[in-house]
T-cell receptor
Framework: NAGVTQTPKFQVLKTGQSMTLQCAQD?????MYWYRQDPGMGLRLIYY???????DKGEVPNGYNVSRLNKREFSLRLESAAPSQTSVYFC?????????????FGNGTRLTVT | AQKITQTQPGMFVQEKEAVTLDCTYD???????LFWYKQPSSGEMIFLIY??????QNATEGRYSLNFQKARKSANLVISASQLGDSAMYFC?????????????FGAGTTVTVRA
């Protein structure tokens, strides 16, 4: 059972380049999320998709776009990468939009922008 | 204002001893969930334990227990009989309803180092 799968695991970009981070879950979850993790700041929500066909901004959406391709897949795009986007990115999913449902996380993508 | 506060950036604990990780939270909602996650040095986020705002009993999962004090808005994690494999970063998180969804907010984390 793969759970939440993120690709790639590592990426180095030059300032101004674009890339898409891929995320897929095989748990038939309805809600999916993208977080970034920076030292000393915990995880911060970038974008989320409460259900297939909907996406909304989180706490730190600037510089990012997302696509909920289908129920399984939720991608994060950086159109013009900046050094401030150097971070570890996590995709997560949960069965339903409810306060008692835990999020399950992928293994993360470590992105460096030079 | 910080939603989740973890005041201990780092802690050391002797193997086989218990350790308590502090977490306080801020919400005016009646319905919310509190979660603890473990992040080992390999980087993955592992769900450990959950406590609901309406739960009257403290949650337990094996060696993990959550000391829930609702009036004080406190949700401390207790790890009993620490093992070397418990060395990791631990995050407290809260799920509450904001803008059409129950969002999960994280504290800054506490690094635990278990000494042999």
């Amino acid at each position: 059972n793969a759970g939440v799968t993120q690709t790639p695991k590592f990426q180095v970009l030059k300032t101004g380049q674009s890339m898409t981070l891929q995320c897929a879950q095989d748990m038939n979850h309805n809600s999916m999320y993208w977080y970034r993790q920076d030292p000393g700041m915990g995880l911060r929500l970038i974008y989320y998709s409460a259900s297939e066909g909907t996406t909304d901004k989180g706490e730190v959406p600037n510089g990012y776009n997302v696509s909920r391709l289908n129920k399984r897949e939720f991608s994060l795009r950086l159109e013009s990468a900046a050094p401030s986007q150097t971070s570890v990115y996590f995709c997560a999913s949960t069965i339903r939009s409810s306060y008692n449902s835990p999020l399950h996380f992928g293994n993360g993508t470590r992105l460096t922008v030079t | 204002a910080q939603k989740i506060t973890q005041t201990q950036p780092g802690m050391f604990v002797q193997e086989k001893e218990a350790v308590t990780l502090d977490c306080t939270y801020d919400t005016s909602d009646q319905s919310y969930g509190l979660f603890w996650y473990k992040q080992p040095s390999s980087g993955e986020m592992i769900f450990l334990i959950y406590q609901g705002s309406y739960d009257e009993q403290n949650a337990t999962e094996g060696r993990y227990s959550l000391n829930f004090q609702k009036a004080r808005k406190s949700a401390n994690l207790v790890i009993s009989a620490s093992q070397l494999g418990d060395s990791a970063m631990y995050f407290c998180a809260m799920r509450e309803y904001r803008s059409n969804d129950y969002k999960l907010s994280f504290g800054a984390g506490t690094t635990v180092t278990v000494r042999a």
